[in-house]
């Protein structure tokens, strides 16, 4: 089984290298979101097992979104992305729900590696 996933960056460039990281993996990105408001929607239609969402965005902040994606979907795995990493940032986003945090700049590794451990830990909570 391959794992979806959904990216959501207002930053068509961090989109496009993230596409590229995946294209030839196991991972298929279902939808591309460009800020919060975007993420919950395609969220709500694609059901995908992970998001890798971006924290500073237009519209709707990551940290929303994820608060807002957790409340209907409470074992929604999502990775929040973003160049801050000071310590309040990271624990808002722990809080409102996200599983893990890769500052950027990333590498393929991290990001694969994180998209991955996500998706392995559906597996173990549903006992598969």
């Not at 959501?8 to 961090?14: K, Q, R, S, T």
């Not at 969402?53 to 409470?74: H, L």
């Amino acid at each position: 089984m391959g794992i979806r996933l959904v990216i959501v960056d207002d930053a068509p460039f961090i989109r496009e290298v993230l596409r590229h990281i995946f294209a030839k993996t196991e991972i298929e990105v279902v939808g591309e979101a460009v800020d919060g408001e975007d993420a919950i929607e395609i969220v709500n239609r694609e059901n995908p097992h992970v998001v890798l969402m971006d924290i500073v965005m237009p519209r709707k902040s990551g940290i929303e979104a994820a608060a807002a994606i957790i409340k209907d979907f409470p074992a929604m795995k999502i990775i929040a992305c973003s160049t801050v990493d000071q310590n309040s940032m990271v624990m808002r986003a722990l809080e409102a729900g996200c599983c893990n945090y890769v500052t950027k700049p990333f590498t393929a590794e991290v990001v694969l590696k994180a998209v991955r451990n996500a998706a392995a830990s559906i597996s173990k909570e549903a006992g598969i």
